[in-house]
């Protein structure tokens, strides 16, 4: 069984940065689609930006440009690299897991199956 564990979030200022660490244990990085997600208080999950298991990513049109995922397959870990943080980007943060996703369903929530226990991120000056 797939285990993800999430660090990194804290709070910033507007325009600040973050990077969001996802450890993977039980299984191999490299065989699963793997994504970023966020939900805001009051507001549905999000799709954020997620990477398939060749390693193309899909980013949402809100983080484009700003938002980085990465993945190191030595440490089974996945990065999001977050710069020019905006206050609407404040929302507790998951890394999720799924084994062969097409590319048009990788940033939606109810395709996968395996989630961390998130990290918060708030942004506020």
């Known amino acids: 069984q797939v285990q993800l564990v999430e660090s990194g979030g804290g709070s910033v200022q507007p325009g600040g940065s973050l990077r969001l660490s996802c450890a993977v244990s039980?299984?191999?990085?490299?065989?699963?689609?793997m994504g970023w997600f966020r939900q805001a208080p009051g507001k549905h999950r999000e799709g954020v930006v997620a990477i398939d298991s060749e390693g193309t990513p899909s980013y949402a049109d809100s983080v484009k440009g700003r938002f980085t995922i990465s993945l190191d397959n030595a440490k089974n870990t996945l990065y999001l690299e977050m710069n020019r943080l905006k206050p609407e980007d404040s929302a507790m943060y998951y890394c999720?897991?799924?084994?062969?996703?097409?590319?048009?369903?990788?940033?939606?929530?109810?395709?996968?199956?395996?989630w961390g226990q998130g990290t918060q991120v708030t942004v506020s000056s």
């Open positions: 039980g299984d191999t990085l490299s065989s699963y689609s």
């Open positions: 999720a897991a799924e084994r062969g996703l097409a590319w048009w369903l990788l940033l939606v929530p109810s395709r996968y199956s395996h």
